[in-house]
Structures are given as structure tokens and as C-alpha cells.
């Protein structure tokens, strides 16, 4: 099989926003990677893509398995162009003083070491190639404070920051570095919310929830040539909810 034109790989992707971004990058010319905890999730998105795709189950928490990914993709199609790091926990609800250093550990160990890892791996790739584009998925709750999800603020507010670092710090080798900033929307993360608090929430977005392919937009931009003067953005999708 001949190169493709673009190589993108996806943590993260068989959870509604990673299916969703990895449907909308589906492009002619294009080869996916899908990397997921869930193997049956995976394969179930890669049956409904039409070109080439490869997934790999990985704990984005561990960088090995990280790396080991990275390195399919370079193995199996030639590189690497684009790495969305999407996968991301949140749980469980609860103030602060409940809360055990298990669910930090949980939170940090996959909202922020996976994307730290993510990152890590597709840098040395992309330097090697001469660019490239990262995409994290950070929050609008790492921009404002959502009570019970301290953990969670706490992790996506680090990816906006440490997305900044990182554009300034690999701009000069063409390696571009945004995130997108999701409002609430509907999917597996939002359906472990307490009823009460998502009520709460719905509330706070004008727009009201969105869906996955609502947010599916924002990162084909930051993936695309059509964002090639765009570095260190936090692009928010929320509905309106940071708007006030």
C-alpha cells in the first residue's frame, strides 16, 4: 500500500467525541490510527470508516503502550501528522475534603499523563519529519471551576496550560500544538454526572448540550492546513457557557 497523505492518530476513539472526530477526519487520502481501552469499541468505529485504519487497545496512562502505538503508526503507514490526544475520565463527583487520593491519581494519570505522553511520543516523530499537528482535549471546566470535579478542572486546566508551553516551545520545528475546550455534551463521561447536576449544568449553556459531532469542527481545523498560522489556541465549543 502507498503512503497516505496524512497519517492521524486518535486516543481516546471509541467514545462518542473520538469517533465522532475520527469519522470527520476520515478524509480520501488519510490513514487513522484508533487507540482505545475498549477493543470492541474500536473495532466498531473502524468498521464504519472507509480508509485505512489501524487501532491498537491502549492505556494512554502507561508510555509505553503510548509509544508503541506511535511507533505502529509510523511502522504500518509512514509517519505521523497528526496526533489528537482525546482520551480523558472523569469521576467521581464529590467536594474536595471527600475526596481519596485514588480518584487524583486516576484523573491525573489519564487526563494529564496521557496527553503528557501523547505528546511526548508524537513530538520526537514530528521533529524528525519536520511538523506536524497536536490536538489535545481540554474543557471549558479547565477554564472556570465546576464544583465536585476538582480532579477534573484541575487535569484540563494543566492540558490548556501545558498546550501553550508546548507551541511555544516547538513552533520553530513546525510543530503546531492547539486543544479544544468542549462544553457539556452528550456522551459515556456526561452520563456519570449526577441528574441533579446536569440539570444545573444544561442551564448554563444557552445553546443547551451539544452533541460529539458538534465538536468534531473545531478539531478538523486544528488537524487541517487551514490552521496552519493557529499555535497554543484554546478553542472553545461549549454553547455558549463560558459566554457570561
Excluded at 462518542?16 to 475520527?22: K, P, T, Y
Excluded at 499523563?113 to 490536538?135: E, F, L, P, Y
Excluded at 454526572?193 to 469542527?217: C, S, V, Y
Amino acid at each position: 500500500m502507498a503512503d497516505p497523505d496524512r497519517v492521524v492518530l486518535v486516543t481516546g476513539a471509541a467514545g462518542g467525541l473520538g469517533a465522532a472526530v475520527a469519522r470527520r477526519l476520515a478524509e480520501p487520502g488519510t490513514a487513522l490510527v484508533l487507540c482505545d481501552l475498549s477493543g470492541s469499541g474500536l473495532s466498531e468505529v473502524a468498521g464504519s470508516l472507509d480508509v485505512p485504519t489501524l487501532t491498537r487497545v491502549v492505556d494512554v496512562g502507561d508510555a509505553v503502550q503510548v509509544d508503541a502505538a506511535v511507533a505502529a503508526a509510523v511502522e504500518e503507514f509512514g509517519g505521523l501528522n497528526v496526533m489528537v490526544n482525546n482520551a480523558g475520565v472523569i469521576a467521581p463527583n464529590a467536594r474536595i475534603h471527600n475526596l481519596t487520593a485514588a480518584d487524583w491519581d486516576l484523573q491525573v494519570r489519564v487526563n494529564l499523563m496521557g496527553v503528557v505522553h501523547g505528546m511526548t511520543a508524537a513530538i520526537r516523530v514530528m521533529r524528525k519529519a519536520g511538523g506536524g499537528s497536536i490536538v489535545n482535549t481540554a474543557s471549558v471546566a479547565g477554564l472556570t471551576a465546576w464544583a465536585y470535579a476538582a480532579p477534573y478542572c484541575a487535569t484540563k486546566a494543566a492540558v490548556v496550560h501545558l498546550t501553550k508551553v508546548a507551541a511555544v516551545e516547538y513552533a520553530k520545528e513546525r510543530i503546531r500544538v492547539n486543544c479544544v475546550c468542549p462544553g457539556t455534551f452528550s456522551s459515556g463521561m456526561s452520563e456519570k454526572i449526577p441528574r441533579e447536576a446536569m440539570a444545573a449544568l444544561e442551564a448554563k449553556h444557552p445553546l443547551g448540550f451539544g452533541t460529539p459531532d458538534d465538536l468534531a469542527g473545531a478539531f478538523a481545523y486544528l488537524a487541517g492546513d487551514e490552521s496552519r498560522w493557529t499555535t497554543g489556541a484554546a478553542i472553545v465549543v461549549d454553547g455558549g457557557y463560558a459566554a457570561p
